[in-house]
């Protein structure tokens, strides 16, 4: 089990989480103690870019592999410039080569934003592709072509999952 040490104002600066945790209310029943936040194993390896990410001394650049979990965390623990700036981030990244690993991450990470940004993103690719292809496929509507993906998408392995979407998006 991984412990990470940080003070409590760089905490509760940048969280409102831990703002009110640590709150005048809340701090005579937790001084001198540690405070215990459980991780999931799924996130404890980004952990540490959250804590650089709020540290204002340390810079972190977004990027596909860390934005998913950095918004993850800006959720938790309330870091709501986090959040717009992960977003903002997602947003403009979108493309037919990253929506299937975006696609992933908003199902690991229970994102609900990114999975209807990841949508938007695919019905976009697919309505540009249905203008520039021979392909079959291609040429149905773009709302039932979103259809027949999400319905695919459950049933099939990751590796799969990328090259549906490379195709098809």
């Known amino acids: 089990q991984d412990v ?11 969280s409102a989480h831990f703002r009110k945790l640590f709150s005048k209310d809340n701090y005579l029943d937790i001084r001198g103690s540690s405070i215990i936040e459980q991780l999931d194993d799924d996130t404890t390896d980004l952990f540490p870019t959250f804590l650089d990410y709020i540290y204002p001394v340390h810079q972190v650049e977004l990027n596909r592999n860390n934005a998913a979990a950095l918004f993850y965390f800006g959720r938790r623990f309330d870091v709501k410039y986090l959040r717009l700036e992960t977003r903002k981030f997602w947003q403009n ?50 709302p039932a072509l979103w259809i027949f993906l999400a319905e695919t998408v459950g ?13 098809f998006c």
């Open 4 to 14: 990470f040490h940080v003070h409590k104002s760089v905490l509760s600066s940048s």
């Open 93 to 142: 990244d979108l493309t037919h080569e990253t929506l299937a690993s975006y696609y992933h991450d908003a199902l690991k990470y229970q994102l609900d934003k990114l999975l209807i940004d990841v949508k938007e993103a695919c019905a976009k690719e697919a309505i540009l592709l249905s203008f520039t292809s021979e392909s079959p496929i291609l040429n149905v509507p773009s």
């Open 155 to 167: 049933s099939i392995h990751s590796a799969h999952l990328s090259e549906l979407v490379s195709t």
